[in-house]
């Protein structure tokens, strides 16, 4: 993803789409399947718990994660298939997905839609059972190897 291109579109014209490149997402985000529609926020943008956001990381690349927490200026962030939460300053958010379109059948995902919502919150209240998992296969890896 060439970031600064992405950058310029979002400032010139306010949205754009753009293919997802990794799996940080995935199951409702696959790499090169599904596209994102993407909406630039400003300072008076509403950001909710389970938005899906794309922020400029400390490495000057940009992501998408999902809001599981906001605490005044800091928003936590982590993948629907990832553990590790990560910190963002708001200032860091560049845009807002407002949709998801699966490039192979042409379905588009709204994400105001009730069963897009439903998965947004059964994902976060499961991140739990995900580091549970993540535990117990790096130990079982261990008694393996």
Do not use: Q
């Amino acid at each position: 993803m060439n970031d600064k291109y992405n950058d310029k579109l979002i400032e010139d014209f306010g949205k754009f789409i753009s293919v997802a490149i990794n799996d940080s997402m995935y199951p409702i985000i696959e790499s090169g399947i599904h596209s994102v529609k993407l909406v630039k926020i400003n300072n008076d943008t509403l950001l909710k718990k389970r938005d899906i956001v794309l922020y400029e990381g400390n490495d000057e690349n940009v992501d998408l994660k999902r809001i599981i927490r906001i605490r005044k200026n800091n928003l936590y962030l982590c993948g629907d298939n990832e553990t590790k939460i990560i910190k963002v300053e708001r200032s860091k958010v560049l845009a807002i997905c407002i949709g998801i379109l699966n490039n192979n059948t042409l379905e588009y995902i709204d994400v105001t839609n009730e069963e897009y919502n439903k998965y947004s919150k059964h994902i976060i209240h499961n991140r739990i059972i995900r580091i549970i998992k993540n535990v117990f296969n790096r130990k079982n890896k261990r008694k393996i190897g």
